[in-house]
Protein backbone atom coordinates (compact mmCIF):
# COMPACT_ATOMS: atom_id res chain seq x y z
CA UNK A 1 0.00 0.00 0.00
CA UNK A 2 0.93 3.49 -0.58
CA UNK A 3 3.35 2.00 -3.60
CA UNK A 4 3.77 4.61 -6.12
CA UNK A 5 3.52 4.09 -9.80
CA UNK A 6 5.19 6.39 -12.95
CA UNK A 7 4.59 6.66 -16.51
CA UNK A 8 4.86 9.36 -19.00
CA UNK A 9 4.68 12.18 -16.74
CA UNK A 10 1.58 10.54 -14.74
CA UNK A 11 1.57 9.05 -11.04
CA UNK A 12 -0.88 6.63 -9.48
CA UNK A 13 -0.64 4.89 -6.01
CA UNK A 14 -1.52 1.91 -5.00
CA UNK A 15 -4.00 2.26 -2.12
CA UNK A 16 -5.41 -0.27 0.52
CA UNK A 17 -7.15 -3.12 -1.46
CA UNK A 18 -5.23 -2.75 -4.48
CA UNK A 19 -6.96 0.65 -5.69
CA UNK A 20 -4.92 2.30 -7.86
CA UNK A 21 -5.82 6.80 -7.65
CA UNK A 22 -4.13 8.63 -10.40
CA UNK A 23 -4.88 12.08 -8.26
CA UNK A 24 -7.99 12.61 -10.32
CA UNK A 25 -11.99 11.92 -9.28
CA UNK A 26 -11.73 8.29 -10.11
CA UNK A 27 -10.04 4.96 -8.71
CA UNK A 28 -9.24 2.14 -10.88
CA UNK A 29 -8.55 -1.37 -10.02
CA UNK A 30 -5.12 -2.55 -9.74
CA UNK A 31 -6.27 -5.45 -12.05
CA UNK A 32 -7.84 -2.77 -14.58
CA UNK A 33 -4.04 -0.43 -14.60
CA UNK A 34 -4.63 -0.85 -18.37
CA UNK A 35 -7.88 0.86 -17.94
CA UNK A 36 -6.02 3.78 -16.09
CA UNK A 37 -3.54 3.67 -18.74
CA UNK A 38 -5.98 3.93 -21.46
CA UNK A 39 -7.77 6.98 -20.08
CA UNK A 40 -4.69 8.94 -19.71
CA UNK A 41 -3.09 8.11 -23.19
CA UNK A 42 -6.49 8.40 -25.01
CA UNK A 43 -6.12 5.36 -26.79
CA UNK A 44 -6.07 1.36 -26.33
CA UNK A 45 -2.48 0.73 -24.45
CA UNK A 46 -1.21 -2.20 -22.17
CA UNK A 47 -1.15 -0.77 -19.00
CA UNK A 48 1.19 -3.80 -16.91
CA UNK A 49 3.70 -2.91 -19.65
CA UNK A 50 3.81 0.80 -19.24
CA UNK A 51 3.16 1.70 -15.86
CA UNK A 52 6.77 1.32 -13.57
CA UNK A 53 7.27 0.96 -9.78
CA UNK A 54 8.72 4.87 -9.40
CA UNK A 55 11.53 3.57 -6.84
CA UNK A 56 13.02 1.18 -8.88
CA UNK A 57 11.83 1.71 -12.43
CA UNK A 58 10.35 -1.60 -12.60
CA UNK A 59 7.18 -2.48 -15.19
CA UNK A 60 4.59 -3.94 -13.42
CA UNK A 61 4.59 -6.67 -15.63
CA UNK A 62 8.06 -7.94 -14.65
CA UNK A 63 6.78 -7.55 -11.04
CA UNK A 64 3.76 -9.44 -11.62
CA UNK A 65 5.56 -12.05 -13.35
CA UNK A 66 8.35 -12.60 -10.02
CA UNK A 67 5.13 -13.13 -7.84
CA UNK A 68 3.20 -15.56 -10.17
CA UNK A 69 6.81 -17.67 -10.20
CA UNK A 70 7.29 -17.25 -6.29
Known amino acids: MGEQLVWKGHTATVREG ?21 SLAGYTVNGWHLWRRARDGSPLSELRTALATH
Open 18 to 38: GVLHDGGPHEFAVSTVTALAT
